[in-house]
């Protein structure tokens, strides 16, 4: 599976389209095959779990290069990485908007859920400035800088 000059060759084709769906349904497809192997962990089905778990992996592995055909990322890696951290923080503001949510409306364990994301949103935010801070050393002050102060909920 080799990705070299894939990058962007079925953007503004008749297929890019068509690609945007069959990348939503492998997205979709994912999370609905992440959300079984959840149920059968809490069911003890270990097995089933571990092999649902595979299958959404691969179904993200899919997803990655169906991206890659309609140049959702660029061959600049840090243009890329950086794209990506400014979805991560709005989708932080976004989980967050939505623990609160969920805390005026009493669902309680939903909001917990809610909050165990948000969490994980606030790591991949600081993972995503460390591999920008390592591949492009001119932003790296400025950004270790900001992760010491954003997202303080």
Avoid: P, W
């Avoid at 992996?57 to 840090?78: C, E, F, P």
């Avoid at 990485?81 to 967050?96: R, T, W």
């Avoid at 969920?102 to 591999?131: H, M, Q, R, W």
């Amino acid at each position: 599976m080799q990705n070299i000059n894939l990058i962007g060759k079925a953007k503004n084709t008749k297929l890019e389209d068509s690609i945007n769906e069959v990348l939503n349904n492998e997205i979709y497809y994912a999370a609905a095959l992440s959300a079984l192997s959840n149920i059968c962990k809490n069911e003890n089905y270990e097995d089933t779990a571990t092999s649902l778990e595979e299958m959404a992996m691969d179904k993200i592995r899919s997803a990655g290069r169906y991206a890659l055909l309609n140049g959702m990322v660029s061959d600049d890696i840090v243009k890329s990485l950086y794209k990506l951290l400014e979805h991560e923080k709005n989708s932080l503001d976004l989980v967050n908007s939505l623990a609160n949510k969920s805390k005026e409306l009493g669902l309680k364990d939903i909001e917990n859920v809610i909050n165990e994301e948000f969490i994980a949103e606030k790591n991949y935010v600081n993972d995503l400035k460390e591999l920008i801070s390592k591949h492009d050393k001119k932003l790296s002050k400025y950004l270790l800088q900001r992760s010491r102060s954003d997202y303080q909920y």
